[in-house]
Every structure is written in structure tokens, then in C-alpha cells.
């Protein structure tokens, strides 16, 4: 839904309304943003849908940087996904299951059959909310 390019939207982001929410936001996540990326700089305010835009709640939102913001909406848009499913899409590349798989992948082309049983070992380990040796 791009919902963004709306006169409505763009007189929202630009209202005190909204600046009021980004605060509460900020105060809410402990004063300390980050995007799930780990940068603490350039945060944007990302709706993860646009169904209550003007009355969001805490859930609806979440802090992404400028670069991955831009990756979710550029997905959003050509995929014709969901917002919901870009973010989460985008997210995966850089958590704890997107490493782990980006692992297991390496290992495959570089180290055989048996880094590839140590690797999903510990993917599985993760899974069943164990804690991995490479932890």
C-alpha cells in the first residue's frame, strides 16, 4: 500500500502530531534507538503498515536506517509484497537466522559435508532457543 506518495501522509509526517509520536517512540524504545542493523545514526521512523497512520501504536512502528528503509520500500515496490513482509524480509538479512543461513551457505562451497553438520547443528540448537557455541 504506498500509502506515502498521499497528500494525506505527507501532511501527517509534517504535523506536531507526528512529532510528538516520534518522541513518545523514542522514550518508549529506552532513548536509545537503533535500527536492527545495529547503526544508531540517520534512524527513520518506519510504519510497519499504514492502517492506523495518525493514531499508530508503539507496535505499528520501528527504527530503521536510511539505508534500510530505502531497501524496504524499493522491495516493497517491486515485489508488490506487503510493507509488512519487505521489513521482514530486509530484517532477516541481518539477523541472528540470516547469518546463520548465510553461514551454512558459505560453509558449503568452501569446507564439505562436515562444517556443513557443525553449522546446522547450531542452526538447530538456535531454533530450539538453545544457545550456539559461536555465540
Avoid at 509534517?14 to 545495529?38: H, I, L, M, Q, T
Avoid at 503498515?49 to 495518525?54: D, E, R, V
Avoid at 538479512?93 to 558459505?106: A, F, M, P, Q
Wanted: with cysteine; hydrophobic share 40%.
Amino acid at each position: 500500500m504506498a500509502v506515502k506518495y498521499t497528500k494525506e501522509y505527507k501532511e501527517y509526517i509534517s504535523s506536531d502530531n507526528w512529532r510528538a509520536k516520534n518522541r513518545a517512540f523514542k522514550r518508549f524504545v529506552g532513548g536509545k534507538p537503533e535500527c536492527f542493523c545495529g547503526a544508531i545514526k540517520k534512524l527513520h521512523v518506519h510504519h510497519l503498515h499504514y492502517k492506523n497512520l495518525g493514531n499508530e501504536k508503539f507496535e505499528d512502528l520501528l527504527y530503521v536506517c536510511t539505508k534500510h528503509h530505502q531497501q524496504i520500500h524499493t522491495l516493497q515496490r517491486r515485489t508488490r509484497v506487503s510493507i509488512v513482509q519487505a521489513t521482514k524480509r530486509v530484517q532477516f538479512r541481518y539477523t541472528r537466522n540470516g547469518v546463520l543461513l548465510h553461514k551454512l551457505i558459505v560453509a558449503f562451497f568452501l569446507f564439505g559435508f562436515v562444517t556443513i553438520l557443525i553449522v546446522m547443528t547450531e542452526f538447530i540448537t538456535y531454533l530450539k532457543g538453545g544457545n550456539p557455541s559461536f555465540s
